[in-house]
């Protein structure tokens, strides 16, 4: 069974504070992804990566920063919490490799953030 | 106008019931079509691949229509545990493993 966790499910921050959000998968996935979850407006993905130290912006990368120094973990950072990041943050991965095929994305609990 | 739209319903329906949603994509490139299911305060978990032949899998059956460029799920003899929220999710520039997410359709099954 893949198996993706995260750090938090649940997380409380304050506006301006520098936030890591840890994403961790355990079936030698290739691809990794970090999204948000917002009422209305569906998954968003901020952030993805296909390799080790590689990494892609998303839709919606302005405000976030990923790492990713090992394979099996993939990292949302949060440079400067602002209040409009309060959000549901899903990490996912896929087997990889990125081009030529379309892979199930598995999906980690969430961390809720909230930025107050 | 978005890539992936969905009616967000709440669809209400008793137990025993036939459900049906449609989702419309943007993109009339895109090859990959999926629907997931999002239980309440979970993550997100394939339910099934959309063929271009359509395809079956038990009381749930995918349809693709690539003329009007939506998909279709439908849900035969609804179950309790079938209420969740439904993702239509498409592969919009076909470059890999990029999925876009429509916002969903919840559906509520009554007793």
């Known amino acids: 069974d893949v198996k993706v966790t995260q750090s938090s499910r649940y997380l409380v921050k304050r506006t301006g504070e520098k936030v890591f959000l840890e994403c961790v998968q355990d079936?030698?996935?290739?691809?990794m992804f970090w999204y948000r979850q917002d009422p209305g407006l569906g998954l968003r993905l901020i952030y993805f990566s296909y390799d080790v130290k590689m990494k892609e912006k998303g839709d919606i990368p302005e405000g976030y920063s990923v790492s990713r120094e090992k394979k099996e973990r993939f990292s949302l950072i949060l440079e400067s919490a602002s209040t409009n990041q309060t959000s549901m943050y899903l990490c996912?991965?896929?087997?990889?490799?990125?081009?030529?095929?379309?892979?199930?994305?598995?999906f980690g609990p969430g961390t809720r953030l909230t930025v107050l | 106008r978005k890539e992936v739209e969905q009616d967000p319903g709440p669809f209400n329906v008793p137990e025993g019931a036939t459900v049906a949603f449609n989702c419309t994509y943007s993109n009339s490139a895109s090859q990959s079509f999926f629907w997931y299911r999002q239980d309440c305060r979970k993550e997100p978990k394939l339910l099934m691949s959309?063929?271009?032949s359509g395809n079956e899998d038990g009381r749930f059956t995918a349809q693709l229509n690539r003329a009007s460029q939506y998909i279709s799920l439908l849900i035969r003899d609804s179950k309790l545990s079938d209420s969740a929220t439904y993702l239509c999710v498409v592969n919009i520039n076909n470059a890999g493993n990029m999925l876009t997410f429509g916002g969903g359709t919840r559906l509520m099954v009554k007793p």
């Open positions: 996912a991965s896929s087997p990889g490799p990125l081009r030529g095929r379309v892979d199930t994305q598995y």
């Open positions: 079936m030698d996935h290739e691809n």
């Open positions: 959309v063929y271009s």
